[in-house]
Every structure is written in C-alpha cells, then in structure tokens.
C-alpha cells in the first residue's frame, strides 16, 4: 500500500474511522430526536422538519409491512428528487428491506429488465411516469405501486421556480395506491427492527454503458461508511446546507447530498430537475454551504450571463466526480468564488467516493487520493503487476465502501476481484496513472481509449485542451472508424452563444493543431446545439461513438467524401 499521500493528508484528520455499527435508518432517527423542529428538507420552499419527515419515514415502513414487505425483500424507488424518494429511501429500509433505485429516465424495457432482475415487488413511483409502470406491470413481479404527485410537497407559494411539468397533475387510468393516502392510512408503527449493518440494504444498479447493468450489493455497513467519510471530509455540521442538484438514484447524489447531510442533522435543499436559474437563487437565498455536482453543472453555472453579479459566498466546499473538470473552467469558477474545485472518484460498486482531493490542497483534473481506509493500486492490463508512480494502469481498490458483490452473477463476481496480499480488491476497469506525491488521476475508460495510427488517445485529455478554447460550452471526444488510421479523433462541440456563427469548424481545427500533439488534435469537427447526457448528467460518449459507426456504415469514410 502505497502512503506517500499520507504527507499531504488533512492535518485535522485520521487516516481511518470508526463507523457506527447501526442500521442506516438510525441516522435519521437520531438526527430527528436532536433536531425535531429543525427543517431536514426544503422543497422549493416547502420546509419538512427532522420530527415530520421521521414521522412520515415510520408510516411508510407499517404500510409496506402491511403489504407483505419483510426482511430482504426488494423495494424500488423510481422516482426523480422528491421528498418521496428520501421517505421512501429511509421507510424501506426502517421496514428490514432493501432499496432498488431506479433511474427515471429508463424506458418501460429497461425498467422490466431491473425489476425482473432484482425481484422487486413493491415499487415507488410518481404520477407523470407511472405509465409505463402500467403498461408493463402484468409481465413482472410487482404486487403493489404506490403513485405520488410532485404537488403532494410543492408549496402553493414556491420560492424558486418549479419546472411546468411538475405544477400538472397526471390523470391516472386506474387506481393504484396513492402516496398521500397510503400515509395517512398509518400510524407510525413499524415493525421490529431485523436487520443489521451485515445485511443488504440498497441493490443501486450500474449504469451499462460497458454492457448489461448489474445490481450491486450493499450493506448497510458499506452504505455508513462512505456516508460518514463525506461528511467528515467535508467538515460537515448541522448549521450547514446542502444544495440537492444531483440525482438521488445515483451513488453520489445519495451519499453526498442526501445521507451525509442528514447524518449531521443538517439542510437539504432540494430540487427536482437541474435549473441554472433555480440552484442560483437556492445559494443566495437559502445560504447554501455545500454543493456536490458534476462538471456540466459548473459549465452551466458559469456560462450564466450574469453570473459576476450572483451571490455565492454562502458556499464554502465545492466539488464532484463523473469527469474531470477543464483546468480552464477551475481557473475561472476559482477567480469568481476563492473556491477550489474538490474533485473525486467512485463507482456504483463503492457506493460512491474512494477518492477525494484533500479540499486544502487539491489538484484540477485529478481524483485525489484514496478515501478513509482506502487501499488504492494501479496494476499493468496485461500481466496484473502493480505499477510504480507516472505508469498508466487498472486502478484496483479495496476499502469498507467497495460493494459485497453483484447481484447473482458469480461469474462477473469472479471477474470484478482479485487478490494481492490478502486483500480483496475491485478492478475498477478505469486507467489511471499516480504521481509521487500518491495523487491519482483518471486517464480514461479502458473501452473509450482511441487508437489513433497507434499512438493511444485519451479523450479526457483531449476535452481538456479543448476547453480553453474560449468559444467552447461543452465538448464531447470520441474515436471514429478510419481504414488508414484505425481511428480519427472527432470533436462534437457546443459553442457559446456569442461564438455561433463567428466561428467555423475549420478554424476550430486549425487551433487545435496548434495546442496539441499531431497525433491528438481532432481532425474532426461537428458543431451541435446539445450533447446527448444520462440522467444523472453524465455525457454519453458512446452513444455518439455508435451515432458515428451507424453514420459512416451508411455514407463511408470522412476522406471519401471530399
């Protein structure tokens, strides 16, 4: 195990915890015995207390006991950023079962393909996508849906602004459980707790960019211990107020702004979909003092045309993961807030963070370096050989956050873990290089590196380049089929709006080639109006990657057509 990032460790704190050896549900529980009247949740201007959303979380627990839910069993929550999610989240879990988040964007097919998998019964839904829960219903297992409207928490006065979609009430076609009136149908009675730190607790599945998604197994002791070291990390207190922008059914929308706030009995700011608009007005006027986001939120942010003008001094951590931040975008949102943008690292399999820049030290474009109790290693792809600093390799990690397994698939279990020195470790399939100070930073997938008349082209690298382009909003890289070169490098880019037809995209070339390798620079342009993204934001590279390989299957070559 390599510790020569021990040096630059915070000062104030251990190398490793102590985590509380209590179900997860405790931590709300406490956090409403210490702060009953205390607003635990905001909701474009609704205020929930500690006390009311405990109270709602026990409801929840007795309905789905009454509906034959027991110890193990699988409850899905697919459902957008609303107080159903964090009561449904919590009330699964304080009912000795295990939560299945499921992303709401997932089509009626996928959302089959992980309610077959995970053997879900019970499921947790809003009004405007229930559809096409219904329309697939009788092909699955699900015993019982539970439908909630967003207007079940919207204040009749919000104070930010509420995406239109949200104000409608959908007409239902039948009559499934509704959210409202299975609450109140209630007494907080839950049943006897069951379960253990030991036992699973949530079956978060991977996203399948790289193929089939695969559920992964966490207990409640993985889940506590990454939601511990965020807050801890993150010099979280109770007086302080998380901003809520990413989803809550991805790892790190969870952990870091919903879990750890709550478990040092903080604020949750809440808002459903992403608003450049609504999150600046949440700074200024809720005071927000922690926000955790993804790169294309803080290009967003930036891009706003009176950004300069905008309060936010409130905020006193910034920082997320998914992909590296342009040294160019740090260098200006640092010029405009005196903040240093913290990135990190983690996987659905590790339930968020293995990684995490020291926030008074950290380094842009780089994941930092390993979490509380990490032991973080980069191996050769070939041979398996642990590497030395400045060698690009597997990044490999083995800590208390790394998941128990995949949801039965012993062979991919097989697959995902080997051994060194005793210790389990999770191949993480990201090519990684450490410096000698024990920071890491990511190079690529190992799937997305383009190979470029040999020579191996990260597209993160190059994205990085490309963003001091000062016409650049965003910008996509991905490898496209060359007969001659293997691949070519193509650039899909998003332009300011002050840039749009100011610019062409042989210019943008021109500039390219002479701000990197000959090798590197995109001989490829597309100018486009938006990147295609996940629902958790995330660019999807490989769906312009396919777009690519469809395109020139049907009209050749880029060369033969000139």
Not at 298 to 308: G, K, R, S, T
Request: charged share 25%.
């Amino acid at each position: 195990m390599n510790t020569a990032h021990f040096k630059f460790w915070p000062k104030r704190l251990p190398y490793e915890l102590d985590y509380p050896q209590v179900p997860l549900f405790e931590f709300l529980e406490t956090s409403a015995r210490r702060y009953p009247d205390k607003p635990a949740l905001i909701y474009y201007g609704k205020r929930i207390s500690y006390r009311e959303l405990w109270e709602a979380v026990e409801r929840t627990a007795t309905a789905l006991y009454d509906m034959g839910i027991r110890k193990g069993d699988r409850v899905a929550l697919y459902l957008q950023n609303t107080p159903h999610f964090i009561i449904g989240y919590f009330g699964i879990m304080r009912a000795n079962a295990v939560v299945v988040p499921i992303n709401p964007m997932l089509t009626e097919h996928e959302l089959k393909v992980l309610l077959d998998d995970s053997g879900t019964t019970v499921l947790i839904t809003t009004s405007d996508i229930y559809g096409r829960v219904r329309n697939i219903r009788a092909e699955t297992g699900l015993q019982e849906v539970i439908v909630g409207e967003y207007s079940d928490y919207l204040p009749e006065e919000p104070e930010l602004p509420v995406p239109g979609p949200m104000q409608t009430t959908v007409a239902l076609e039948d009559t499934p459980r509704r959210w409202l009136e299975t609450l109140n149908a209630y007494a907080p009675a839950p049943p006897a707790v069951e379960v253990t730190t030991d036992d699973m607790a949530m079956l978060p599945y991977t996203s399948g960019s790289t193929g089939i998604p695969k559920g992964c197994i966490h207990t409640h002791a993985t889940i506590i211990s990454n939601t511990v070291s965020s807050a801890v990390w993150h010099n979280m207190v109770s007086s302080g107020i998380a901003l809520a922008t990413l989803p809550l059914f991805h790892v790190t929308g969870l952990i870091h702004s919903m879990l750890a706030p709550i478990y040092v009995g903080g604020t949750i700011v809440l808002l459903t979909r992403w608003d450049r608009e609504a999150a600046l007005t949440a700074i200024e006027k809720y005071r927000c003092t922690v926000w955790t986001n993804i790169t294309t939120m803080v290009v967003d942010i930036l891009n706003h045309p009176d950004i300069a003008k905008r309060d936010l001094s409130s905020l006193m951590i910034m920082g997320g993961g998914g992909a590296p931040l342009p040294e160019a975008v740090g260098q200006k949102l640092y010029e405009l807030t005196g903040l240093k943008y913290v990135e990190g690292y983690g996987m659905t399999e590790t339930i968020s963070q293995t990684h995490f820049n020291p926030p008074d030290r950290p380094k842009l474009q780089c994941i930092g370096i390993p979490d509380f109790g990490v032991d973080a290693r980069i191996i050769d792809l070939d041979t398996g050989e642990e590497l030395p600093p400045g060698r690009e390799g597997e990044l490999i990690v083995s800590g208390p956050e790394v998941m128990k397994g995949y949801w039965n698939r012993p062979k991919d279990n097989e697959e995902a873990f080997i051994e060194k020195e005793g210790k389990r470790f999770l191949r993480t399939g990201d090519i990684c290089k450490m410096d000698e100070e024990g920071y890491f930073y990511i190079v690529d997938r190992s799937k997305r590196m383009i190979n470029a008349a040999g020579f191996k082209v990260w597209p993160t690298e190059v994205e990085a380049v490309l963003y001091k382009h000062p016409a650049v909003a965003e910008v996509c890289v991905v490898g496209v089929p060359d007969p001659v070169r293997v691949e070519n490098v193509k650039a899909f880019v998003v332009l300011r709006q002050e840039y749009q037809g100011k610019i062409t995209e042989e210019d943008f070339i021109n500039w390219a080639k002479e701000n990197m390798a000959a090798y590197r620079y995109p001989r490829i342009v597309e100018f486009v109006s938006q990147l295609p993204k996940s629902g958790t934001g995330k660019i999807q590279w490989k769906q312009l990657q396919q777009m690519e390989k469809e395109r020139i299957a049907k009209d050749g070559y880029y060369w033969m057509k000139k």
